[in-house]
């Protein structure tokens, strides 16, 4: 999810490697607000402590239950959603699939 949503990023500075790729990616689910939620995995450097949510904005695909660790499947469309002000990488066209998926091991 680290390298997906940096990729994302740089392809909004005008440095695309994503554009028509596949990316499966793991997280858990939460709601974002009418048809579309969010797929949230935390980042580590050191422990729990300094953890930084990335997040990516799903749409136009049906909501798992809050919480819901899920596997999402797609190509990348460059599109960018606004939650709070904030841009967030945003998957409306081409997703293949949410499925549940088991939690990683802690």
Known sequence: MTEFTARAFQAKA??????????????????????????????????AADAVPMRIVIKKVPAPRAGTWVQVTGTWSPAWAHINGIALPSRSRSISGASPNPPPPT
């Open 14 to 47: 005008g440095h695309d490697a994503l554009t028509g790729r596949q990316a499966t990616l793991t997280g858990f689910a939460r709601p974002a607000g009418p048809n579309r939620w969010q797929l949230i995995r935390l980042r580590m450097t050191c422990c």
